[in-house]
C-alpha cells in the first residue's frame, strides 16, 4: 500500500491535472484506495480506484482490470471509464455505484425467491457475455456483486472487481497459481492449476452463490482456508436437501452445477440459472421482470462501488 504522503501527492496531482476532484475514501486495501471522486469535465460522481506507485503487482491488477472493463459492454458490469499509468500515478476510474454488495444485502434483509432469481439470471447475463469476449472472472462471489436500484424501485445486480480477470485463451503452461476466493472456488481452481481454470470455473462459483441464495448456505462449512481447499478439492458440496425442505429435483440440478468434471457442468450460467429456477417450487408471488437483455440499458440511480481491491496469492 502506499504511504500516505503518496497518496497525498497522487490526489494532488489528479486535482492539478484537471481530471477529478477526490470526495472521500471509499475503502482500502493492501493494494490500493478506492475513491468517490467527481470528474470536472462534466461534474459526473465516479468511483475511482488507485494502485500503489510502489507496488507492480498493484499496477498489474489495476490494468489488468481495466483491459476486461474496456472489452465489455453490458448493464449488469460495472462501466470503464479510463485508466491512466504513469511514472507518478496509476488509477482505473469506473461508474460509481450506489448501493451494497450482495454479501452486506444477504445480512441486511431477507431475499425472496422472486429477487435472487432476478439476480442470478442478470449475473448469469453478465457472465456469459463476460464468458463470450474470451474472459474468464476468476473470482464470483457475493462481495464481487452490487445491488442497486433502478429508477423504477427494483433491485438488480452488478458485477463488479476483474482484478483477477484473465483471456482464457492465453493460460497454455500448467502453473501453481492459486487466486480466487476458497468458498467459491471450483474444485479445478483450487487446485492452483491456472490452465484449467476456464468459463465452467464462474459457471461453478455461480451456482454456489446460487446454492447460497436458494439455501441460506454455502456449498462447504465455513472454516480455515486449508481446510476449505481441502474439502472443495475432496469432498462433495453439500446438496440442497441436506441444508433445507428440497426434494431430489433440486439436489440433482445443483450436483451437476456444481459438478468436480468441468464438461459435466451446464454450457453457459444461463442455462445452469434456469434449470435451478426450474427445479425450485414455485414462488407465491411472481417475481420482478427477467434480466435485459445485453444492450438493453436499465436505468440506475447513482452507484456505490465496496471494498473490491483484491490481490491474488501464489499457492505453496
Not at 462471489?141 to 484473465?166: Q, T
Not at 441444508?243 to 450436483?255: I, K, S, T, Y
Not at 442455462?271 to 436505468?299: C, F, M, V
Request: proline share 6%; charged share 25%; aromatic share 4%.
Amino acid at each position: 500500500m502506499a504511504t500516505t504522503s503518496t497518496n497525498e501527492t497522487l490526489l494532488h496531482d489528479l486535482v492539478v491535472a484537471g481530471r477529478y476532484r477526490i470526495e472521500r475514501v471509499i475503502a482500502e486495501g493492501t493494494t490500493g484506495h478506492l475513491f468517490r471522486a467527481r470528474r470536472l469535465s462534466d461534474d459526473r460522481v465516479i468511483a475511482l480506484k488507485c494502485g500503489s506507485i510502489e507496488s507492480e503487482m498493484s499496477r498489474t491488477s489495476l490494468r489488468v482490470e481495466a483491459q476486461a472493463l474496456a472489452a465489455l459492454d453490458h448493464p449488469n458490469i460495472v462501466r470503464f471509464l479510463e485508466h491512466r499509468e504513469g511514472r507518478d500515478l496509476c488509477f482505473l476510474a469506473m461508474e460509481h455505484l450506489d448501493g451494497v454488495d450482495l454479501a452486506a444485502r444477504m445480512r441486511q434483509a431477507p431475499v425472496t425467491r422472486a429477487q435472487a432469481m432476478l439476480w442470478l439470471h442478470e449475473l448469469a447475463s453478465a457472465l456469459d457475455h463476460v464468458h463470450a469476449a474470451g474472459l474468464v472472472h476468476r473470482d464470483i462471489k457475493p462481495a464481487n456483486v452490487m445491488i442497486v436500484r433502478a429508477s423504477d424501485g427494483v433491485e438488480h445486480a452488478v458485477l463488479i472487481d476483474f482484478g483477477l480477470a484473465s483471456p482464457r485463451t492465453t493460460r497454455k503452461q500448467r502453473t501453481r497459481f492459486l487466486c480466487g476466493t476458497p468458498a467459491y472456488m471450483a474444485p479445478e481452481q483450487a487446485l492452483g492449476n491456472d490452465a484449467d481454470v476456464s468459463a465452467a470455473t464462474d459457471r461453478y462459483a455461480l451456482a454456489a452463490v446460487a446454492l447460497e441464495l436458494v439455501t441460506g448456505h454455502r456449498p462447504y462449512p465455513n472454516g480455515s482456508i486449508p481446510e476449505l481447499l481441502r474439502r472443495v478439492m475432496q469432498e462433495s458440496p453439500r446438496a440442497p436437501s441436506e441444508l433445507g425442505d428440497f426434494d431430489a429435483r433440486v439436489d440433482e440440478v445443483f450436483a451437476k452445477a456444481l459438478a468436480r468434471e468441468p464438461r459435466a457442468r451446464f454450457a453457459s450460467c444461463e442455462a445452469s440459472i434456469a434449470a435451478i429456477e426450474a427445479s425450485l417450487p414455485r414462488p407465491r408471488r411472481a417475481r420482478p421482470s427477467r434480466a435485459p437483455k445485453p444492450g438493453k440499458t436499465i436505468s440506475l440511480t447513482a452507484r456505490r462501488l465496496p471494498k473490491t481491491i483484491t490481490a491474488p496469492a501464489k499457492a505453496a
